[in-house]
């Protein structure tokens, strides 16, 4: 999160300076999502500056919640949203919050100790045969991920 929307109030507007970098999307982004998303208004001041209440926050981090991490298309979430309204859509957003917050090291302050540490399978002692076996599963499914990805980012660059 930025320093600036971290020091605001949560009831606080936000330019789309500061969502954009909340969101770690760029501004032209949020603007497309306003012209397929009818749902999302912010409020527009003297030069068409937007302003984004904190609902139109939630709502835009979970429409990126399901478009990036669920991998929903646009139409997929216009459908969410007629079908099960702005409430639920938004609730994606904020679940994902609520997980980065619990997945989040804590550091004490002045601390030089990285909070992932890097380490070896070798090094791992404290996992059941269980976890060792869906972690492992789960690094084969990330690896394929790359190679699709590697393939396909080939296929752009000789076309």
Do not use: C
């Not at 500056?49 to 609902?55: A, G, M, Q, S, T």
């Amino acid at each position: 999160m930025a320093i600036g929307i971290a020091q605001k109030s949560p009831e606080a507007f936000r330019t789309i300076s500061e969502v954009a970098t909340d969101l770690d999307v760029p501004q032209h982004v949020l603007r497309f999502w306003e012209t397929k998303f009818a749902q999302v208004k912010p409020m527009k001041r003297g030069g068409g500056r937007r302003y984004y209440r904190p609902e139109d926050v939630d709502l835009l981090r979970g429409i990126r919640s399901l478009l990036y991490v669920d991998g929903l298309t646009i139409k997929g979430v216009q459908k969410l949203l007629r079908e099960q309204g702005v409430r639920y859509v938004a609730e994606f957003g904020r679940k994902e919050i609520s997980l980065m917050r619990d997945a989040a090291p804590v550091m004490e302050p002045g601390s030089n100790v990285h909070p992932f540490p890097r380490t070896n399978a070798a090094q791992v002692t404290d996992v059941t045969p269980a976890q060792r076996e869906r972690l492992e599963a789960l690094l084969t499914e990330l690896m394929d991920l790359k190679e699709r990805l590697q393939a396909a980012k080939r296929r752009q660059i000789s076309s």
